[in-house]
């Protein structure tokens, strides 16, 4: 049974594993046995990051890149197939959000959120996905939202490119399941990260909404991704296409109760 999810041997870039979500999701493919690659586009925070990894004994290695600039991320990609070996894994992680009302954003900043949620996960799995077509093999988990299915006060842009991000899901696991690689999604509910940090705040009212809106009452922590990653990363998940798995402690089965019950 462990063999299933055994991720041995096999070499898995994250895209912006720096830190939160990635970081954790990272982690748990290096549990299940991967090799980590991991991509971010801050030197500091990479040197902080790859200590942290290596002092909890992962085997890790950084390439510092922007995945919206295709030369730059074709260049690395090929440059981590040599020196590290054939990517088996690819996680499309890195991502932002801007938080304002849709009348008062500027498109540029529109377009910026658009193209770090869509577009970079595009260039990526483009460039990635040539090398597992040859091979006949290979994993590609997009990181989607609430927000690929939900609307939000102040949030369009992130929420008209993780709905975007969903569809460039099933339509690359359309394009390539038949080359035996598997693309789906993890769309998390409302985890406790720097992302999530300026909302959660003890008695900022949207953290009292977060945990009454959430079945299971309280925000996610990050390592409740991990098993999910694996599962799409492995070999139990080999005839699984096109699909995005909510890990949100029930958010997407309920309209939700009054605050005072
Ligand atoms: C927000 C949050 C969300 C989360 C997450 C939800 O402002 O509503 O930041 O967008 O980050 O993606 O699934």
């Not at 994250?14 to 046995?33: D, F, S, V």
């Not at 597992?132 to 369009?156: A, F, Q, Y």
């Not at 998390?188 to 959430?214: K, L, S």
């Not at 999910?228 to 699984?240: D, R």
């Amino acid at each position: 049974m462990k063999n299933l999810f055994d991720l041995t041997g096999q070499v898995a870039l994250i895209t912006g594993a720096t830190h939160g979500l990635g970081m954790a999701m990272a982690k748990g493919l290096g549990k299940a046995g991967a090799t980590l690659v991991i991509n971010g586009n801050t030197p500091a925070k990479m040197e902080k990051a790859l200590e942290n990894y290596r002092q909890e004994g992962y085997t890790v290695h950084g390439y510092l890149f922007d995945v919206t600039d295709e030369a730059q991320a074709a260049e690395n990609i090929a440059q981590i197939e040599q020196q590290i070996g054939p990517i088996d894994i690819l996680v499309n992680n890195a991502g932002m959000i801007k938080r304002v009302p849709a009348l008062e954003m500027e498109v540029a900043e529109f377009r910026k959120v658009l193209d770090v949620d869509v577009t970079g996960p595009f260039i990526m799995s483009k460039h990635v996905a040539r090398h597992m077509v040859e091979r006949r093999r290979g994993k590609i988990i997009n990181i989607c939202s609430m927000m690929s299915e939900l609307g939000r006060d102040t949030v369009s842009a992130y929420a008209a490119a993780k709905g975007g991000l969903k569809m460039l899901t099933r339509n690359l696991a359309t394009e390539w399941a038949k080359y035996n690689v598997q693309v789906n999604g993890i769309g998390p509910g409302y985890f406790a990260t720097d992302q999530t940090a300026p909302i959660r705040v003890d008695g900022h009212p949207f953290n009292e909404f977060i945990i009454n809106r959430t079945p299971a009452g309280r925000w996610g922590d990050p390592d409740d991704l991990e098993g999910t990653a694996i599962f799409l990363a492995s070999k139990a998940s080999n005839f699984v296409n096109g699909q995005i798995i909510y890990v949100d402690g029930g958010i997407l089965a309920t309209i939700g109760k009054p605050s005072n019950e």
